[in-house]
């Protein structure tokens, strides 16, 4: 399968401090990827370049073969990638359908039709019942179903997701897992998440890849990936010593 | 829904009906209201519209300025000298005063959101254009520099109404601000109601959010700092030819950027209704105190040698402060939610 996304020796050190060290990964189209790592491990760093937040030191990110490094984060929405806030980020003084409203207007011509658009995505992640509470009541679970209704809302062919299946009781994680899951065979939308909860990574991600120090130590099919010792090790430490 | 009803939408009946009386009284007031009481009323509508100007950028955009009295002055001064200098009726004047202060305001926005000055520090930068201006106009000779800037009127202009040239009644005046004030009442919940009035409350409360979802937050910025300045482009116009004189020391005085942000911290910041409400409590509790002062000289109970200049500026700084303590949203929400003036869920 073709990649959507294509991560090619993305650097990026603040301060000296390296962050990421010559990353390089594909997501491929309509597949569902993971990253995952320890904490620290640059994660939502490489998340911030590859949605425009940062500048990458070197390397390049592709959508779909075309050039999108170095472009600012509304042009990288543009561009078909929608994504969510690890920290939640929701438009505190708005309401709900509001926030959802703002993302949906990045492709709705008129308010009325976005408003529209903007209760569907409420409903697939069953946060229509509080469409009109201002988004700072929101628990945190509600807050980040609320970033994933935004972030689907501009309609992405790419949706970076950061942890947000944190905070989710195992239910929650499992009937998220599946909304994910069938987005992507209804829509034929890529998914791309961080994610530390590791009952959803394995139920979803066809592919993953490792970070650790900012660097990749593996990738592969998740069976793979839970018996690699090099995986094993970054998370567990040095079995033999 | 009909139009007008689309308008009301937020108000409850209760609503709907007080604020069908306040508005028949507004417009009733020439009949029974004598020329001090058109005086205060006038005074009330223009701050308002001031009020709205800022709250725009404020309430909306979560942009702080405190140089609003920069591009009321601009727009005062530019149809002013354009009338006296080469005749130009304030109905055309107007035009190049919105321009010149929206210029004003895109030259402001343009070096703060591009090197991303932002909060106070943009508020600084305003105030210090602001004050830029107002030292630069002191020393313009054709503006009048210090001396003033005045505009002939005649006893004869005093009678009837003159729109094109903005001279007439004080009746004149009033319903005319009193149309503007009520028109930016208009286009802010229009905008409020549009995608500007989505993306910019985005970019107010989180701006990384509103960019990640497509929103190009300088432009949007930009456009709030534009109608922003624009809007108080027309108000100084107004203020122009209602004074007839103009001073850069009292146009750009800093107290007069003061003036334009009280009736919306009073009323409520980023509410529709919140400034028009906040300066129709705070300048008649000006007038209020100053005649209250003046009686009480005149009773002896005080002493009629005592200058009391200050205290109505002393009096409405306690009120802020009792307001940011106690009703940190202003009073217009907790108005609403007491007398049930707007429906639930629906924001003022």
Redesign the interface.
């Known amino acids: 399968m073709a990649a959507l996304l294509r991560v090619e020796g993305v650097s990026k050190s603040f301060r000296g401090l390296l962050a990421l060290n010559d990353v390089s990964f594909d997501v491929a189209e309509r597949g569902i990827a993971a990253l995952i790592g320890p904490n620290g491990a640059g994660k939502t760093t490489l998340f911030n370049v590859i949605?425009g937040?940062f500048q990458p030191d070197s390397g390049s990110v592709q959508l779909s073969g075309a050039e999108i490094t170095g472009r600012?984060?509304?042009e990288i929405?543009?561009a078909g990638i929608?994504?969510t806030?690890q920290i939640v980020?929701?438009?505190?003084?708005?309401?709900v359908l509001?926030?959802v409203?703002?993302?949906a207007?990045?492709s709705a011509g008129a308010?009325a039709a976005?408003r529209a658009a903007a209760r569907g995505f409420l409903e697939m992640l069953e946060l229509d019942t509080k469409a009109?509470q201002h988004a700072a009541n929101l628990t945190l679970p509600d807050r980040k179903r609320l970033e994933v209704a935004?972030?689907l809302?501009?309609g992405p062919r790419l949706l970076l997701l950061d942890e947000v299946m944190a905070g989710l009781r195992p239910s929650e994680t499992d009937r998220m897992v599946a909304t994910l899951r069938g987005l992507r065979d209804e829509t034929g939308l890529t998914i791309l998440l961080i994610e530390h909860v590791m009952r959803a990574v394995m139920a979803l991600s066809e592919h993953i890849t490792v970070l650790h120090h900012g660097e990749k130590i593996s990738e592969g099919a998740p069976e793979r990936i839970v018996r690699d010792p090099a995986v094993l090790e970054c998370y567990l430490g040095d079995q033999d010593r | 829904m009909s139009p007008l009803g689309r308008y009301f939408h937020p108000l409850s009946p209760a609503g709907l009906w007080l604020g069908a009386a306040f508005l028949a009284v507004l417009l009733l007031l020439p009949v029974w209201g004598g020329s001090y009481v058109m005086t205060v009323a006038t005074t009330v509508f223009y701050l308002a519209l001031i009020g709205q100007s800022w709250n725009l950028m404020l309430g909306f955009a979560g942009l702080l300025s405190i140089g609003h009295a920069l591009f009321v002055g601009i727009g005062a001064y530019t149809a002013a000298y354009l009338f006296a200098a080469v005749g130009l009726p304030p109905i055309v004047g107007v035009l190049p005063a919105i321009a010149l202060a929206v210029l004003m305001g895109v030259l402001i926005g343009y070096l703060g959101f591009r090197f991303a000055i932002g909060g106070v520090y943009f508020a600084l930068l305003t105030i210090a254009f602001a004050e830029f201006v107002r030292i630069i106009v002191d020393h313009v000779s054709w503006l009048g520099a210090t001396e003033g800037f005045f505009l002939k009127v005649s006893s004869a202009d005093r009678h009837g109404i003159d729109l094109v040239n903005l001279r007439g009644a004080p009746e004149m005046y009033y319903y005319l601000i009193m149309a503007l004030a009520l028109g930016a009442l208009v286009l802010c919940r229009f905008l409020l109601r549009s995608r500007l009035g989505y993306y910019w409350q985005a970019i107010r409360d989180d701006a990384e959010a509103a960019e990640a979802l497509g929103v190009n937050v300088l432009r949007y910025k930009m456009y709030a700092v534009i109608i922003s300045s624009g809007m108080a482009g027309v108000a100084g116009v107004f203020y122009a030819f209602y004074q007839n004189s103009l001073f850069p020391e009292i146009v750009f005085n800093i107290e007069r950027s003061i003036e334009a942000t009280l009736g919306s911290i009073v009323g409520g910041v980023g509410t529709l209704f919140g400034p028009i409400f906040g300066t129709f409590i705070l300048t008649p509790l000006g007038e209020i105190v100053t005649e209250a002062i003046d009686l009480l000289k005149h009773w002896g109970v005080i002493d009629p040698q005592i200058k009391l200049d200050g205290l109505k500026l002393l009096i409405w700084s306690f009120i802020v402060v009792l307001i940011v303590l106690f009703k940190p949203k202003g009073l217009w929400p907790w108005v609403c939610s007491r007398l049930r003036l707007t429906r639930p869920e629906a924001e003022g």
Do not use: I, S, Y
């Open positions: 949605a937040v600012r984060p509304d929405c543009h929608g994504r806030f980020k929701p438009f505190a003084q708005m309401t509001e926030n409203t703002v993302a207007l990045h308010v976005a009109a935004r972030a809302a501009t």
